[in-house]
């Protein structure tokens, strides 16, 4: 956990919510940010930030222990991605990270990817389906680049890696297929 301190940075949960609003105005995107809700979840658990639209309000939904870990000058930047995405719903009906949202995060130095602030979204489970152990990893560790190498500490059998994206690999050629195809790792 780094961060910039906070002490410079909102204290409360009502304070990120006025101080994000706030610095919206001042981010250079032709974006109605009077239409915009603020929101506050401590129940995310993997994403920084989310900008949710329903057909007519947008609401961009800051995750509090993201902003924790990450400090109030480097949470602006989770913000401007929200934005660029709120700009994209009022503007376009929908959002996603293709080459209209590239420019914008480009211009305004926010992250082209949403950001993830813990993310146990690889899995390293037993292949056996009668055994079932798994876990959740972190990043890429040895086991997660070549489970060929490795075996399930419960019955010994083969391992098998999961990413949330739906991609599986057992080989370190089949890690590497799915680096290279993961748009999000
Ligand atoms: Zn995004
Ligand atoms: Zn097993």
Redesign the pocket.
Known sequence: MTGDGYRDGPETRTELLERAAAYAETVPLDVDTDSIEWSVSDRARRRA???LFDGEAVEIRLTWDAYRAAGWRQFTATIR??L??AWQFQRFGE???GEQ?AAQAARLDAPR??ERFSDARLRLACAREDCGWSADRYRASPPVKEPRAYQCGDCGGALVVVHESGERWRTAAGYQGARERIEEW
Request: glycine fraction near 8%; proline fraction near 0%; charge should be negative.
């Open positions: 930030g989310c900008c991605h929200e660029i995405h959002a996603d990270h949202f990817h949403c």
